[in-house]
């Protein structure tokens, strides 16, 4: 926690807790306890860890891992995670 109040600006309240995995709505800290997440986000949508999401990432990292802005760049990850987010609310809403 020191490393990040040091490097990360103080524009909000952070709780004190340091996570190390997430699976669905779960997460867990370095003690080995876990936590319901309940607030606004992609993982809240999909969850943690969801497959689909990994493998479109993985996917777009096996290709290119960063790209300046000064290019244009294919926006297939966007499209897919769009896609699979989208299904999520859909399934979530009805």
Request: aromatic share 6%; net charge positive.
């Amino acid at each position: 926690m020191a490393l990040a109040d040091e490097n990360i600006m103080n524009t909000y309240k952070r709780f004190p807790i340091v996570l190390v995995k997430g699976s669905g709505i779960k997460v867990w800290d370095v003690n080995g306890k876990n936590i319901l997440i309940l607030s606004p986000g992609l993982p809240f949508v999909t969850g943690h860890s969801h497959p689909q999401v990994i493998a479109t990432v993985k996917e777009q990292l096996e290709n290119l891992t960063h790209v300046s802005n000064l290019y244009i760049q294919s926006r297939r990850l966007i499209g897919k995670l769009l896609v699979i987010i989208l299904l999520r609310i859909k399934c979530f809403l009805q």
